[in-house]
């Protein structure tokens, strides 16, 4: 192939999709609206799982270095109930099939894999126009233009490709969650320590929960889910860290301390993160030159799968170009049928909000299945 492949986002699906271009010989240009590498958090760790995120790394040719950054014993689960009391435990033998790395550090190892320049940093898009004939102008905040062959969009949840293929977006989905982060949690926070234990712990009510990991570091980092429309949560002060907190932590009254804890012991201000989504089978006709990776094309409330999902589209649409070197458009179709059909799929997927004995269910369902 000699078209350029111009690739807008530089999360891990867009980078991903390089990498595999790079490996079959495609050329290849990421463009990321942040400003650097570190110009700010990554995020928690992450479940790479052997069915669809290892897949995109072995077609990446990077499990070896993959391997290297996994969190040993991070596959454990814990589930309780409000009283604290364990539902179900599962060690992590090391035979799992979803082990945990942080996401900072399986996005650093991707830009480490792509040629010096690969990746044009502080360029944010404004927008995107078609020119016809498969050709697009891409448009950035600076004023600045570009003209593509080939466009993808793996620029997330606000994509500003996907109007170019449909006039969907992403809309609240009646639920919100707070972020928290206990640091040194072994010795200034050891009942919570203890509670989440040395993976990962949900414990779930019938309209909220809490969810917390181990991350790097003896590091906690939780998730406080909670229902409602978004005025509700505008009306709390999130400027106000203490106040904040209170009034998340008053949500969770009567829950064990050691649960609430990941709350009021939070060693950072608590972030709220409302919760969007694109419709449950989202898709588009095909148009020529332009598709959509990720988020861009599927987001979905949170299921343990978004980030898989948005690595294996990039491997996959990364392997049909490289299949179909001389008809761009076939690799675009071949590509979007797949990928609507396993988004389709994982959109429906579990997300936290059934019942204890189904989530208990899924859990020793994956364990017997090991």
Do not use: C
Not at 37 to 57: E, K, T
Not at 280 to 300: E, F, M, N, Q
């Amino acid at each position: 192939m000699t078209t350029h492949v111009t690739i807008i986002g530089a999360g891990l699906g867009g980078l991903v999709l390089a990498r595999v271009l790079h490996v079959h010989g495609i050329p290849a240009t990421v463009y990321e609206a942040e400003a650097s590498p570190d110009a700010r958090s990554q995020g928690g760790m992450l479940d790479i799982h052997d069915y669809n995120g290892q897949v995109a790394l072995r077609e990446a040719e990077l499990m070896e270095e993959f391997r290297e950054l996994i969190l040993e014993g991070r596959q454990a689960m814990r589930i309780l109930a409000p009283d604290g009391s364990v539902l179900f435990e599962q060690a992590d033998d090391g035979t799992g099939g979803r082990p945990e790395v942080q996401r900072g550090e399986l996005r650093q190892m991707l830009l480490g894999s792509l040629p010096a320049g690969t990746v044009r940093w502080g360029h944010k898009v404004s927008g995107a126009r078609a020119l016809g004939e498969g050709r697009h102008e891409v448009t950035f905040a600076d004023g600045s233009t570009l003209v593509a062959g080939l466009l993808v969009g793996a620029d997330g949840a606000w994509s500003r490709v996907r109007p170019l293929l449909s006039t969907a977006v992403p809309e609240y989905v009646g639920k919100s969650v707070v972020e928290t982060y206990l640091y040194d949690a072994d010795t200034r926070h050891p009942a919570a320590a203890e509670a989440v234990g040395g993976g990962s712990m949900i414990a779930p009510s019938p309209d909220r929960e809490i969810f917390a990991h181990r991350e790097r570091g003896d590091t906690l980092h939780a998730y406080v889910g909670l229902p409602g429309p978004r005025d509700r949560f505008a009306a709390i002060d999130f400027g106000d860290s203490a106040a904040a907190t209170a009034r998340v932590a008053a949500e969770f009254d009567g829950w064990a301390p050691e649960l609430t804890a990941l709350i009021t012991g939070s060693d950072t201000a608590p972030v709220l993160r409302p919760l969007y989504a694109l419709p449950s089978g989202h898709r588009w006709d095909r148009a020529p030159g332009v598709t959509l990776i990720g988020d861009a094309a599927h987001l979905a409330p949170p299921n343990g799968e978004g980030a898989n999902l948005a690595m294996l589209d990039g491997a996959e649409l990364g392997r049909a170009l490289a299949a179909h070197r001389d008809d761009a458009e076939a690799a675009l179709a071949s590509y979007e049928q797949a990928m609507f059909r396993r988004s389709a799929e994982a959109h429906d997927m579990d997300s936290g909000d059934h019942p204890v004995h189904d989530l208990i269910a899924a859990f020793a369902g994956r364990e017997e299945s090991r």
